[in-house]
């Protein structure tokens, strides 16, 4: 699906002239590729921001390191809205991320008022109820110390995400 972003054979950036490099990562046989991928152009300048932060997440998943954003849950959400974007139909873009939540214990949600609260915002925004239950579970037992997380603020700009 990456593919129609793809620029095969684009000239060296700036950042890479004069490195004394053989090649791609310093590989004479690999070959250079950019992708330049856009946000829609029917967005505005906030939602483009959103998307580009969503792009970069999808990013940090394959390569297995940590989220960026403002909210947890605002992000995750968007992770696998840019999966179901980016990835090959058929491919099982929930179990991935839950997979994903695992691996960088961000399913863990003990004691953890920023997950347990990411975690109810995502299962709440694609309605899978196991996953609310539970987060929902921890909000109640953390209720005294929710208010010390981001996520807590519902005026959060990823309210619409």
Known sequence: MLDRFLVEGAPESPASE?????????HPDNRRYDLYIPAPVSVEREQSFLYHLSTRNFFAWMFGKPLVGTHLGGSI???????????SEGEDNVQSILEYLEGEVY??????PDHALAILYFAEH????????????HCCGMNDILITSIGFDVSSPFSDA
């Open 18 to 26: 004069g490195s004394g490099d053989s090649g791609f990562f310093g």
């Open 77 to 87: 959400v968007g992770l696998l809205n840019s999966m179901n974007e980016f990835r």
């Open 107 to 112: 399913a863990d949600m003990r004691n953890s």
């Open 126 to 137: 694609f309605r899978f109820r196991d996953m609310w239950i539970d987060a929902f579970a």
